[in-house]
Structure formats: structure tokens, C-alpha cells
């Protein structure tokens, strides 16, 4: 395998540059990023556009087998709590099988799609009758096989989640599979360290949402998480829905951001999953947590969610991400396209992304995101630099909508003007290519699994 790579030309933090050669060390880690290179004769080249792998910040894996399948009238006025009682009626029946085949398939597509690493959100835990399952760790286990087959880089976070409403509310039916007790997370997490680090993936926590969460609990695994790993990362869904924002109000009196900011020590380990809602103080309070803002935007789209104040957020100097939370779009660039234009419509201005030190949108928005979804991973992801994971992709300069163009103008059309994963031509992940010519080699395999798992949960009683 070589352990270099020549550029024609490559997104590095500080930009577009040609010429740019890279070299890497046997553990997949960039030691060399040479602008301005003379071409090396026994270095493979690159004729496309490199970019540095997207991290995919918010991933719950298991629902993409259901994608399409909610997208009819079903109350008198739909939103995303129809939207989750149609989703609860699916995770009642998964099991550790399916799980692992749809999660293959799943990181399989990201990879095809741009994406290098998955930070993925873990909140089915128990059999379907809401019992441990003999190894407690079963479908923890069950998505590192598929990030390990699949070769995708790895971020568990498993969720703790109790009640079904502010103030400690009881669980509802549909949330039996998710419920642990505080202690029992702990042990999880003790019980998955060593596994992820042999894999060389990150684990952390999701407290899966104030409401889910009562403050107790908050502080206790907090705690007990600081005891096992004080750096690990900690995503928690907030303010996704003006009817969270209004339960909080009326339990706490204060706004759901405004409360966890002052109710635990929100920093630059912290992912605000969503953060819609907020008001400007809660922007302003947030961004300088150093905390990453993880946006989803298909997702929030698709349910109805609200539209992230987005210049809001970045004139607080705030960092942020995207993800594709519940896949009913598996696409790095489609997210950024999203974003971008639901700026647009809300501002009625154009390019919104762009800024100073980076007039094109399309990679000025791949940069940030990039290195606020590594922040959020708690992994070495964070571009193309020394000492970071030799994590990139590579696009097909021989597109349709790329030919003949310059590498700015290449990404723009991949993430404006094409069909987007139709430009995406090489994915390395830690120096390893894992796709080529637009394919995994396990795409037949993992399409039919997942296939195979969906019928049987579309036709199970």
C-alpha cells in the first residue's frame, strides 16, 4: 500500500492549493502536507479535486430503514411527534440482525456519499420487551461490526434516556427499548471503552434530551462519565421543537439552551444536536461555550423542524457541524446544500455561507463543517493536516458537471449542480482506499442485507 498521495490540487485548511503532496505513517496519520510539490515518480497522482472527509455529527443508524415510509397524511396536522409515534413503532420490532445489516448498509452509503466518520447516536439498547438482553452491550456490539466492515470511523454514543417528559415524567410504551437506569449506562460504558479502542473508535454519552433526562441523572452520569474518559465527547438533542421549548418554560422557566448552560459545564466536548430554537442570548452564550452546533439539516427539513438562525450563530463565532440524524438523505453535500439554501429563503439573500477568508461557499461551508464535526467526534479528523487522520476524498474531475472547471468551482458543482454522490470518485479512510470509482466493494452485499432486513420488518405483525 502506498503511503502517499499527489495532488493536482486539495482543500487544506488555509484553502484551495496546488500541487499538494500527502504522506502518511503506518498508522493512517498525515505527516506530510506539501503544497507546491514537485511531482514524486514512484507517488500515485490524483487527477480530481481532493477534500477532506466529512464527519457525519448525528446518525441514528436504525432508522434508515424506514426512509420514505412516513411521508404520508396521517393526523389532522403532522409534525415530528406523529412523525416519532410512526418511528416507535418501528424500533419496537428491530433486532441485533437487522440492526447490523441496515447499519452496514447505512455507513456503506456515507462513504460513497463523502463521509469518513459517523457519530452515531445509540438509543435502542434492550430487547423488545424492554429486558436486557443477555450481553447488555448486544446492539452496541451490533454497530461496531457494521462501522468495522463498512471501514467508517467510529464515534459510540450511547444515550441515556428515562422519561418521556420535563420533571421526570414515566416512560411511555414505545420507549421501552431505550430506558436505563443511570448506573447500568456507566457499566455500559465501562464495559465498551476497551472494545472501541481496539477498533480505533471514540466513545462517549448522550443524554438523549432534557426532557428524557431529569437533572439528577444530568449531573450523576456526567460525573461518572468525567471518571471514565474526562475528555470524551457529549451530544445531547436540544431545542429541536417550539413544543420542547415550551414544555421546558413551563417546567423550569427558562428556555432549554439557557437551562443546560446553566446547569452543567457546556464546553468545546459538547454537540448541541439541532439547538433551532434559541434566543440571542442563547446564541451568544453557546457559541462562546466553545460547544459545536449539530445541524441536520434534511432531517429538521423533513420533520418540520424550524430554520437554524444560522448567521446568528456564526456572528457569535460559533463552530458547528452536520449530520444526517435520521437518513432520509445520505449525502454530506446534500446537508450543505440544505443549509445554505434554507438560509436563503429565510434571509432572502444569496451565498450566505461564504465569508471573508473564503468567498466560495460550497468550500468555505466543507471546512467548518469539517472541523466542527471532528470536534464532536473527539477524533483526530479535522482536515488535511499533519498529525490528523489521512481521511479524504476525492472528486471525478471527468463529471459531467465538473469537467473542465477549476477545484473551487468542481466542489460548488458537487454540491450545487450535480447529483451529488454521482461526483464522489475515491474515499480514503486512514490512508486506505474504501471506495473507488464511486463504489464499496461490499455494495452488492450490504444492499441486498439491508434489503433482506427491511422486508422482514415491514412484514413482521
Known amino acids: 500500500m502506498s503511503q502517499a498521495l499527489f495532488a493536482n490540487d486539495a482543500l487544506l485548511p488555509t484553502g484551495w492549493h496546488r500541487n499538494v503532496l500527502l504522506g502518511w505513517d503506518e498508522a493512517g496519520r498525515l505527516t506530510q502536507v506539501q503544497p507546491d510539490a514537485a511531482m514524486p515518480r514512484d507517488v500515485p497522482a490524483v487527477e480530481g479535486p481532493v477534500m477532506p472527509g466529512m464527519p457525519n455529527l448525528h446518525s441514528h443508524a436504525f432508522q434508515r430503514a424506514f426512509g420514505g415510509l412516513t411521508e404520508f397524511r396521517g393526523a389532522a396536522q403532522d409534525s415530528f411527534w406523529s412523525w416519532r409515534t ?27 456519499a463523502g463521509y469518513t466518520s459517523v457519530c452515531e447516536f445509540h438509543y435502542l439498547h434492550h430487547d423488545s420487551d424492554g429486558r436486557p438482553y443477555a450481553d447488555d452491550a448486544e446492539l452496541a456490539l ?88 474526562a475528555t470524551a465527547p457529549v451530544h445531547i438533542h436540544i431545542a429541536e421543537q417550539i413544543a420542547e421549548v415550551d414544555a421546558c418554560l413551563a417546567w423550569s422557566g427558562q428556555r432549554p439552551v439557557a437551562w443546560l448552560l446553566d446547569h452543567a459545564e457546556v464546553d468545546a466536548r459538547w454537540c448541541l444536536v439541532h439547538a433551532t430554537h434559541m434566543d440571542a442570548d442563547e446564541y451568544r452564550r453557546a457559541a462562546a461555550s466553545g460547544a459545536v452546533a449539530g445541524l441536520c439539516p434534511t432531517t429538521e427539513a423533513n420533520l418540520g423542524d424550524g430554520i437554524f438562525d444560522f448567521g446568528a450563530w456564526r456572528a457569535a463565532g460559533g463552530r458547528w457541524g452536520v449530520g444526517s ?21 429565510a434571509t432572502r439573500q444569496r451565498n450566505v455561507g461564504a465569508d471573508a477568508a473564503e468567498p466560495s461557499v460550497a468550500s468555505a461551508m466543507t471546512l467548518a463543517a469539517v472541523q466542527g464535526g471532528a470536534q464532536a467526534s473527539g477524533r483526530a479528523v479535522a482536515g488535511l493536516s499533519a498529525g490528523q487522520q489521512a481521511d479524504f476524498v476525492a472528486l471525478d474531475a471527468r463529471h459531467p458537471s465538473l469537467a473542465g472547471l477549476s477545484a473551487a468551482d468542481m466542489l460548488s458543482a458537487h454540491v450545487f449542480a450535480s447529483h451529488r454522490t454521482s461526483a464522489v470518485d475515491t474515499v480514503w479512510i486512514a490512508g486506505r482506499p474504501c471506495v473507488a470509482a464511486g463504489r464499496h466493494p461490499l455494495r452488492s452485499e450490504a444492499a441486498a442485507a439491508f434489503v433482506a432486513a427491511r422486508s422482514q420488518l415491514l412484514t413482521t405483525p
Open 86 to 112: 410512526l418511528m416507535y413503532r418501528f424500533a419496537a420490532q428491530i433486532s441485533p440482525a437487522q440492526v447490523e445489516a441496515i447499519a452496514t448498509w447505512l455507513y456503506i452509503e456515507m462513504l460513497e
Open 325 to 345: 440524524d435520521s437518513h432520509a438523505c445520505v449525502n454530506a453535500a446534500e446537508e450543505l446544500m440544505m443549509l445554505e439554501y434554507s438560509q436563503r429563503l
Open 142 to 229: 451490533a454497530l461496531l461490526r457494521a462501522a468495522e466492515r463498512a471501514g467508517i470511523g467510529l464515534t459510540l454514543l450511547p444515550v441515556l434516556y428515562q422519561a418521556s417528559g420535563f420533571g421526570g415524567l414515566p416512560p411511555n410504551e414505545g420507549q421501552r427499548r431505550f430506558i436505563r437506569a443511570t448506573d447500568s449506562m456507566l457499566r455500559l460504558l465501562e464495559r465498551l471503552r476497551p472494545l472501541c479502542q481496539a477498533q480505533g473508535a471514540r466513545l462517549g454519552l448522550a443524554p438523549h434530551s432534557l426532557r428524557a433526562v431529569p437533572p439528577e441523572s444530568l449531573r450523576e452520569a456526567l460525573a461518572g462519565l468525567d471518571a471514565i474518559d
